[in-house]
């Protein structure tokens, strides 16, 4: 396993995974991983589903791959380069916002809320990194959640915020560019 620093800077997007299987004690890793997270209050508004089912992966995949196409977003080329980075997840976590256990329903709550579900995210990506496994954040579950909430007969208070696909990288992207030039401030906006 690398140490802290290097999971974090060596982190990068997977979008082809091997056919290797992700074991029961690394999802319990990445799980643990995420409710470890900074929340708000500590009211820990998560909740997740995991997927580890090839078939559901593949049903997941296709329904996103169907809207993508009937939305106008994307040829069918596209979409199904998009089918096939899903559909070859061996794992996919959905990190999920409980509105029941915010503090109240103001604005700053919501959104305290929501940044805990984008820590818990990260912290995933960093665990998955660490492990040796392949991860990519994908951000679908905002755009249409419903089809999260009807394929999976979710309540209405939960509110979808990410989707990770996991598995064995296929793959090993560059390093990617760094904006580092004019973006850090110290003591002063100069």
Excluded at 7 to 32: A, H
Excluded at 37 to 59: D, G, M, R, Y
Aim: charged share 25%.
């Amino acid at each position: 396993m690398m140490d802290c620093l290097e999971g974090v800077f060596k982190r990068r997007s997977i979008r082809k995974f091997t056919e290797e299987p992700v074991y029961d004690k690394e999802i319990e890793i990445l799980l643990n991983s995420a409710i470890s997270a900074p929340s708000p209050h500590n009211e820990q508004p998560w909740e997740f589903l995991v997927l580890k089912e090839k078939a559901l992966i593949e049903k997941l995949a296709l329904k996103l791959k169907d809207e993508y196409i009937r939305s106008g977003k994307a040829n069918e080329k596209k979409a199904e380069k998009s089918y096939s980075i899903i559909a070859s997840a061996k794992v996919i976590i959905i990190g999920f916002l409980n509105t029941k256990k915010l503090k109240n329903d103001s604005y700053s709550e919501k959104i305290m809320g929501i940044q805990s579900l984008a820590a818990a995210a990260e912290n995933v990506l960093i665990s998955a990194n660490c492990l040796g496994l392949g991860a990519h954040w994908r951000a679908i579950p905002l755009v249409r959640p419903d089809i999260f909430l009807d394929m999976f007969k979710i309540p209405n208070h939960f509110e979808p915020q990410w989707m990770i696909l996991i598995g064995r990288p296929g793959e090993s992207p560059k390093n990617k560019f760094l904006q580092k030039e004019g973006i850090f401030h110290f003591n002063e906006w100069a």
